[in-house]
């Protein structure tokens, strides 16, 4: 692929919501506020910082993602059939019978998905699986190992089972996103389960911390290349976002987590993300 | 061609030795054979013959610590990164605590991920009923995509292991932890999905599984001295199940029981149950654990308490036969 731009990459972020309000309102039914929130990270994965070729999805050098919150797999499908992966018409398919494109991801009916994942808490695990295989067997310091999870799938016991694991191994090709939005179906993070102090933690399990801001672009590809130069600790980029991005009745509403927009909401939206065009990463993420 | 049976099986002599052992040895020649073969364990190396596995290949064998979720899961990242991942742990805690991650990184995401779940059933022993696991066949065999195999010595444990490395999918394999009779030979065959008869016989079909089949060839024995005729079937191969071999055994013979040591409910004589109903429904007597858990003891002395002993199942058998006609087709 061709290199991008910033601007670009920040136009395609913009792509990428639109086609998930699309997906989700011929589909009924899915999650709304993931999704959005997070097509500035997939955007800056799938056009600039993944080694990847679409057309040539089991290509043997390629980097790999892992998606653990799998319910926010609308904006992964948004971004590979922007990417190439796919036909973007095919998104509409989204949750219907006979689709390549579930409600959750299935790796065996979609070229392109490394993983299975809809319960919480195992991408973690998955994606060190993975990043073990090509640091101590392979040996091919080469390809690195992205995992997303969400901040509510924290919760999960299994993660923190994968944290201490990554941490001994000191899985330096293992880079992972936690999608720090606060919110998880019954209310906001710090009322459902702390998780702060989030990056004491993650450092406790001997991981390398990076915070940003999940809309800025710039930071998302500088934190990538930071982790990626870190050669003795696995990295997590724990990365703000605004849940709902974008679409102004959506931002920072949990209620917005697990629902679809109806045709109404979505031509609101659709008219919202308009206006919005490549500026939406100038602003503040609510850190 | 008849299945070779050890020639010393009803001596006082006979061979012993844990089924988890011929498990140990498979692994490693699996690994000799095959250098994408891993080894993940969750701080039980030894206990679950890893550590020959392990001390070949240090660079292929990989400690969890005691975290059986991230077992199987890291085990599914492997299996994605062209690696077939033996996991092991007990099988009270691998299946037993991390069925969904098997569910969904494994079947459901299809990857050649390998369970071994070592001290099943009760001859477990002193541990008592939070480690004897009962009800894996039963987790195990409802899962799409899944092989299930329950090995029933130590010498078809290797075969076993060393079949299961190269089918390419999902798979359960079942081991005991208590020295059991070795009742095949070198040169008996295994192959995943077969089931074999060892013994021929006209008056009852008698299938069993994993340690349980040594303990029917002892029934068999039992009740010959009371003139039955048992025929007796072994089938390490809960799923795909043999359907010829059994469908062919329960023609002939008209009665079948099928034993267990799990759960007697949705296990291996439930599959053999589900199977018959709907091809040539006839009595089907489940030998097994009848919904309970087990408890401290010595393990011959718990497989005999729960009725799972030669002695007791022949007359467990003896009884059934008493009471079932013979099913006999038109």
Not at chain 2, 95 to 110: C, D, F, M, S, Y
Not at chain 2, 164 to 193: C, H, M, Q, W
């Amino acid at each position: 692929m061709a290199t991008l731009t910033i601007p670009q990459i920040e136009q395609k972020a913009n792509d990428i919501r639109r086609d998930v309000i699309k997906m989700l309102a011929a589909a009924g039914s899915g999650h709304s506020a993931g999704p959005l929130g997070l097509s500035d990270i997939f955007a800056a994965l799938y056009f600039n910082v993944m080694n990847i070729r679409p057309e040539e999805p089991e290509w043997v050098d390629r980097d790999v993602f892992f998606l653990s919150n799998g319910h926010c797999v609308p904006v992964q499908y948004a971004s590979m059939a922007e990417a190439g992966y796919f036909p973007v018409e095919e998104l509409l398919t989204l949750r219907k019978l006979g689709s390549r494109l579930q409600g959750h991801p299935e790796r065996e009916k979609l070229p392109g998905l490394e993983n299975t994942s809809g319960p919480l808490g195992s991408g973690l695990s998955q994606a060190s699986g993975y990043a073990y295989s090509l640091q101590y067997i392979d040996e091919n310091p080469q390809r690195f190992v992205y995992v997303m999870m969400g901040d509510g799938e924290l919760n999960e016991g299994n993660i923190w089972e994968a944290a201490m694991f990554a941490g001994k191994y000191k899985l330096s090709q293992l880079i992972a996103f936690v999608d720090r939005n606060n919110i998880q179906i019954d209310g906001t993070t710090e009322d459902v389960m702390p998780l702060e102090d989030l990056k004491g933690k993650w450092e406790a399990f001997g991981w390398h911390v990076v915070e940003i801001d999940g809309h800025n672009i710039t930071s998302i590809i500088d934190a990538t290349s930071q982790a990626r130069a870190i050669t003795n600790r696995p990295t997590v980029i724990i990365a703000h976002t605004i849940p709902g991005k974008g679409v102004d009745f959506m931002e920072y509403n949990y209620k917005w987590h697990g629902m679809p927009p109806n045709a109404e909401q979505a031509k609101e939206a659709l008219e919202d993300l308009r206006t919005l065009g490549g500026q939406i990463t100038h602003e503040g993420a609510g850190v | 061609m008849s299945y070779q049976l050890n020639p010393q099986l009803f001596s006082d002599d006979v061979k012993l030795e844990p089924i988890r052992a011929g498990f140990g040895r498979g692994l490693k020649a699996a690994g000799e054979a095959n250098v994408n073969v891993v080894a993940l364990c969750a701080d039980l190396t030894e206990s679950t013959q890893m550590h020959l596995f392990r001390d070949a290949f240090l660079k292929r064998f990989i400690e969890v610590g005691v975290a059986e979720q991230n077992l199987v899961t890291v085990a599914s990242g492997l299996a994605r990164a062209g690696k077939i991942p033996f996991t092991s742990s007990y099988a009270a805690f691998s299946p037993g605590r991390n069925w969904e991650q098997i569910r969904t990184t494994v079947a459901l995401n299809n990857q050649p991920v390998k369970i071994v779940g070592s001290h099943a059933g009760v001859s477990v022993g002193p541990d008592g009923a939070t480690h004897q696991m009962l009800e894996d066949i039963a987790l195990m065999r409802v899962l799409p995509n899944m092989v299930v195999v329950a090995p029933g010595d130590s010498i078809e444990a290797e075969k076993a292991t060393r079949a299961i490395a190269e089918n390419g999918k999902p798979s359960y394999i079942r081991l005991a932890r208590e020295k059991t009779p070795v009742f095949s030979t070198d040169e008996s065959p295994f192959e995943i999905g077969k089931a074999y008869v060892l013994q021929e016989g006209t008056d009852v079909t008698l299938l069993g599984t994993g340690t349980m089949t040594y303990e029917l060839l002892l029934a068999a024995k039992l009740l010959k001295e009371q003139g039955i005729d048992a025929e007796v079937v072994h089938v390490p191969t809960i799923k795909p199940l043999d359907e010829n071999t059994i469908l062919a055994s329960a023609r002939k013979t008209g009665r079948v029981v099928t034993a267990e040591e799990a759960q007697a409910a949705g296990g291996f004589g439930s599959a053999v149950a589900e199977f018959l109903s709907s091809t040539l429904p006839m009595p089907v007597k489940r030998i097994g654990m009848n919904d309970r858990f087990g408890e401290s003891g010595a393990p011959a002395e718990l497989i005999d308490y729960f009725g799972m002993s030669g002695k007791k199942m022949a007359k467990t058998i003896s009884e059934f036969i008493e009471q079932m006609p013979q099913y006999h087709q038109n």
